[in-house]
């Protein structure tokens, strides 16, 4: 239990340096807006969502839990 439990704070320390680079505008220029991306804009309203980003995050994660793994 106990490695479950550190485990759970580096990921949380992990997420909250993430989440203070992003909101601080340290975020790369790339993120959110890769070919693919859906954007709907229709009068005063805006549907966006980052499909592609979303799934570059997701492999980018998976390769590299997988390093710390082994």
């Known amino acids: 239990m106990r490695e479950l439990g550190k485990f759970v704070v580096i990921i ?3 997420m909250t340096l993430v989440g203070l680079m992003l909101w601080s505008g340290l ?6 807006r890769l070919p693919g991306d859906i954007r709907i804009e229709r009068g005063n309203s805006v549907f966006y969502f ?3 980003t979303c799934i570059v995050l997701s492999i980018l ?5 997988s390093i710390f793994r082994r």
């Open 12 to 14: 949380g320390i992990i």
């Open 27 to 32: 975020a790369p220029r790339w993120l959110g």
């Open 50 to 52: 980052p499909i592609v």
């Open 61 to 65: 994660l998976s390769l590299l839990l």
